[in-house]
């Protein structure tokens, strides 16, 4: 394979998945604690108090991703460990945690690339109304102005928010994750309203105090592909994909997440679609929302077949029996990472980052110690020949990150699911290689 020479290679993981270092008072409450200590909402009844305790390991974590030979690495910071009540009192060991990890990776040669939020929002302003308080917007750009402040001088790659699409929408929407209440519709775009406002005031801050800083978002799609590569299939297919539909999840949604920050507006099908429960946006929200930003991150895992319609503008293609699907039941469709980055930047003109693409296995250990996951080795061959396709194709797509190092804590799954390139026994924390960290390894020396 052949991607370009300043091609970004990286692993993501989640403080909320991985840290731990929440059980003698190191962080502040979550809405995920608080979640997972709700009988029924977690498969395994666990929780990311110890997780994979990568807050007293994260000096082995950073040499296994020097080891691999990515060149940088996407973590997220944990708001309460900064700011234990979201605001206010600042916690020091926190400060002093991230400040340590951030100088390990700049000492072995690796790049910081830190999202601010990735779902664990600070108990006590969830008890303050949350997102939906529009406060929020203060208390976001209160926590970004700290991270600029202490971090800005080593870091200067950001992402405002992950998956918004998950912490309104599965959190509110469908309820199954934290902070798990579901709520009006009216309430929810009300909510998602205030997040791409705080994403707005959030770029502003690192402007002004980050020299040279370097934004985005990282939303989550699932593209829509053509059937075949004719021109009412491809144009079938990119209308899907940037529609509004009446969904079970409804903010499930590329166009609602992202056109405001691109176009400064909502677009139309969903406006018409949510006529009846849309809150009273303010003109002057949609300039602040739309603050110029350098890239756009997007993860991707799957997508699905789309052609054109006979009588509507698209119909969707049902997969043949017995389709490949990875152990989380997501179906394998790798020209999702050919196609959706190929539409978002026809529509939207900014070099995307993939910041999140792996799959979870029915990985363990073998006799012989070893873990052969052939399967996720295959599934990164498939995705990234797709995605180096789409780059040959005049996409700009600027790095890839995988998601994830290391075996973590999968939300509403628990540690039921494996997304890891790094198998961990969580009874002992070891950390084990599997065949794909080894071909990653090969891979990224080439
Ligand atoms: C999230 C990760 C999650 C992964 C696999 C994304 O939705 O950003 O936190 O673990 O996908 O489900």
Sequence with gaps: MSFPKDFV?????????????????ERGRTVWDDFCDRPGTILDGSNGSVACDHYHRYKEDVQHIKDIGFGAYRLSIAWARLLPEGTGKINEDGVRFYNNLIDELLEKGI??????????????????????????????????????KLYGDRVKHFFTFNEPQCFIGLAHVLGI?????????????????????????????????????????????????????????????????FDVPEQENYMWSVSWWSDPIFFGQYPEAGLKLFEADLPDFKDEDFKLISEPIDFYGQNIYNGYTIKAGANAAYEAVKRPLGFPRTAINWPVVPESLYWGPKFLYERYKKPIFITENGQSGTDFISLDGK???????????????????????????????????????????????????????????????????????????K
């Design 111 to 148: 790049t910081p690339y830190i999202t601010l939020f990735h779902w664990d929002l600070p108990y006590e302003l969830f008890s303050k109304g949350g997102w939906q308080n529009p406060e929020c917007v203060e208390w976001f750009a209160e926590y970004t102005e700290l991270v600029a």
């Design 177 to 241: 994750h934290a902070p798990g209440n579901i709520m009006s519709k009216r309430s929810v775009l009300t909510m998602a309203h205030n997040v791409l406002k705080a994403h707005g005031r959030s770029v502003q801050v690192l402007r002004a105090l980050v020299p040279g800083a370097q934004i985005g978002i990282a939303p989550t799609s699932t593209p829509a592909c053509p059937e075949t590569n004719s021109e009412a299939d491809i144009n079938a297919a990119r209308e899907a994909y």
């Design 371 to 445: 873990i052969h996951d052939t399967d996720r080795i295959d599934f990164t061959q498939r995705y990234l020949a797709e995605l180096e396709r789409g780059i040959a194709d005049g996409t700009d797509v600027k790095g890839y990150f995988a998601w994830s190092l290391i075996d973590n804590f999968e939300w509403h799954s628990g540690y039921t699911e494996r997304f890891g390139l790094i198998h961990v026994d969580y009874q002992t924390q070891k950390r084990t290689w599997k065949d794909s960290a080894h071909w990653m390894k090969e891979f990224l020396a």
């Design 9 to 25: 290679w990286g692993s993501a993981t989640a403080s909320y998945q991985i840290e731990g270092g929440y059980e003698n008072g």
